[in-house]
């Protein structure tokens, strides 16, 4: 079984920055694709940004430019860098550790944009 823990969401404010973290408890973390999901209130769970085991990325296009994701093999970590927040990128946050044959998602965290 997969956990993944997910840290640094919080409040910012518009044209703030925060830093997300996946932390995940897998021997598989080098192999798998990761990936940074949303899901804001009423609306369905979205793709903001993925990384594969080649560090081939997918950024969805409304973060493009503000948002950076990264992954440390060594660590079992992945990262997403915000930048240039907006009070639309609120929402729960999420990681997810995707290979071939399973899926797992972390529980979320909170990112507010607010001023």
């Known amino acids: 079984q997969v956990q993944l823990v997910e840290s640094g969401g919080g409040v910012a404010q518009p044209g703030g920055s925060l830093r997300l973290s996946c932390a995940a408890s897998?021997?598989?973390?080098?192999?798998?694709?990761l990936g940074w999901y949303r899901q804001a209130p009423g609306e369905q769970r979205e793709l903001v940004a993925l990384?594969?085991?080649?560090?081939?990325?997918k950024t969805k296009d409304s973060v493009k430019g503000r948002f950076t994701i990264s992954r440390d093999n060594a660590k079992n970590t992945v990262n997403l860098q915000m930048n240039s927040l907006k009070p639309e990128d609120t929402a729960v946050y999420y990681c997810a550790l995707t290979t071939a044959f399973s899926e797992f998602w972390g529980q979320g965290t909170q990112v507010t944009v607010s001023s």
């Open positions: 897998s021997s598989i973390f080098s192999i798998a694709t």
């Open positions: 990384i594969t085991p080649l560090n081939n990325t």
